[in-house]
């Protein structure tokens, strides 16, 4: 994950309700398998302090890409939280297996983001 300047520094961690509650980052996706993969990136929210992974709650966006071997998929992504709270933003990376069904990879990134009123 990296910042709008791609840098993996200066990651938003406060936001204002209701004046700047959306922040951008990209994500990138490197394909070092034998064979091209659909990948998939579940972006998800959770205000929980000792989360597991794969979260156990619904994407706020997904984004999906078919990424060849030796190649990498990046995409800026804008999320908006508009609620008061601590929150965890997790990117899971998902991808589709041999038989062809969606896994999770057991890899993720996670920006923790206090969003003040």
């Given at each position: 994950m990296l910042n709008t300047q791609r840098r993996a520094e200066g990651y938003?961690?406060?936001?204002?309700?209701?004046?700047?509650?959306?922040?951008s980052v990209y994500f990138t996706v490197e394909n070092h398998m034998n064979t091209s993969r659909?990948?998939?990136v579940q972006i998800k929210v959770?205000?929980?302090?000792n989360p597991t992974f794969p979260l156990n709650t619904s994407a706020v966006q997904i984004f999906r890409e078919t990424v060849q071997v030796e190649t990498k998929w990046e995409k800026l992504v804008?999320?908006?939280l508009d609620q008061v709270g601590n929150f965890s933003v997790v990117f899971?990376?998902?991808?589709?297996?041999?038989?062809g069904v969606l896994e999770f990879s057991?890899?993720?990134?996670?920006?923790n983001v206090q969003v003040v009123g």
């Open positions: 938003p961690d406060v936001l204002v309700a209701g004046e700047n509650s959306t922040f659909l990948c998939e959770t205000n929980d302090v804008a999320v908006s899971e990376l998902w991808s589709l297996n041999e038989l057991g890899e993720f990134c996670v920006l």
